[in-house]
């Protein structure tokens, strides 16, 4: 693992030179999962799997030579559509829906011929940060079970670092790869909006949704981004120019590259993530960068415009789950309207319903101009506002969350404080900028410790160079169950 800082490429050559065939893997795997000890997934593809790893031996005993992903194997966030598979968001309302399309990143990967193991288990449709809101139960965190493992992708996090997938896909509206990424002590890229197709994926809110991998090296984030990064045409936010591509610049000096930290993440958060912040500083300062506090006061609006126009987008979103096209339909109603209200009510779950109902109000046309419009006048000043910090620095670095991984129940009376969770991610899905977590320490309960970065729009390949060169100086992830740590 060590020599590879990839599990892709180490499972791609025990492959290859036979040291494993793929169904063997392939059932190492799924035995893990079996043993359900994080409740990660929601649906296990077993016979999918092992059919798609007979093919690939078939391949390799044949003397066929196999691609990078051919063969690994993964599990995916239970918004994106699986053809044929079951995708219930986390909720009772698509409890026994079947796409009958795949998802664009998820047919990337498949063409590629990565391996499903199976539909993770997330927070009901994407709504919240420890994975508490699923309808199929909260997921554990490997590192310490009486923990939640972050959300809203909890069960890809925890399937990655507890050893049931080589690598997850996850979607981040507000911070749903990072935040997860850092409670789990694993890798989590949120690319740029427009890099990664949304086709596919059961929207949140779709002015700030983007797709992304959950990994355990930066290096295998780089493989995986490479992979699913590219134009879709079936998405009308999908950006169509040349990708900046990043496996090969991972191992660039980073000697001179400007690092700024704004002054207000470094307040108000955990003195323990504080002073591993610091640390990670002082690293990239050996590395030579250059490094400079900046202030940046209107961040102080982030979370307001994130919770603003998010729920206005996700309660238009979610409007199409009525009860009479496809999803939860109760067996008893008296007529339509009944129908839809029985439907609604008994197929979602409270923080769902909490944002519908606020994001109905935040759009009904006698507030519209002073909650949504305004909250996108401010998104799009921030948007400056970062443009300039961007003239000046080549990377951000902060804080991915406030506190490290919090027990279940945490914000049980209190939404609002499960909400400033977000707090240091929401920002690059504003500003639709790519963003990364890598775990950077541990505090005194031994609980992982995320460090973020920020780098411009579309420049994936300056973040992953700063994060590889990070990483190759304090690899700090511990692979705490399952088969990952076979390697
Ligand atoms: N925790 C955030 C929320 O509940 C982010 C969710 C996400 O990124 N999908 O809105």
Redesign the pocket.
Known sequence: MKSHRSIILKIHELLETKKISCVELIKKYLDEIKKNKFNAYITVTENEALNSAALVDKKISSGQEIKLLEGIPVSLKDVISTKGIRTTCGSRMLENYVPIYNATCWEILKNNGAILLGKNNQ?EF????SNE?SFFGPVKNPYDITKVPG???GGGAASVVGGLAAFSIG???????R?PASFCGIVGL?PSYGSVSRYGIIP??SS??QAGPLTLTVKDASIVYDAISKFDEKDSSSNSQARNLTYDSLDKDISGIRIGIPKEFMNGMNSEIISSIKNVIKTYENLGAKIDYFSLPEVKYAMSI??VL?CAE?SSNLGRFDGIRYGFRPKNYNNVEDLIIRSRSEGFGD?VKR?ILLGTYILSSSYTNNFYKKAQELREFLTCAFASVFEEFDIILLPTTPTTAFGFDYAEDDPIK??L??VC??TA?EIKIPAISIPCGFDKQNLPIGVQLFAPRFREDILLNAAYKYESENFCVKIVDGVNNLY
């Not at 994407?126 to 940060?129: D, L, R």
């Open positions: 927070d994407a709504m919240g940060a809101t959300g809203s992708t979607t981040d509206t507000g911070g749903s790869l935040q949120k949140m809110a700030f949704d994130y919770y998010m996700a923080e944002r499960m909400y969770a977000d991610t929401v899905n």
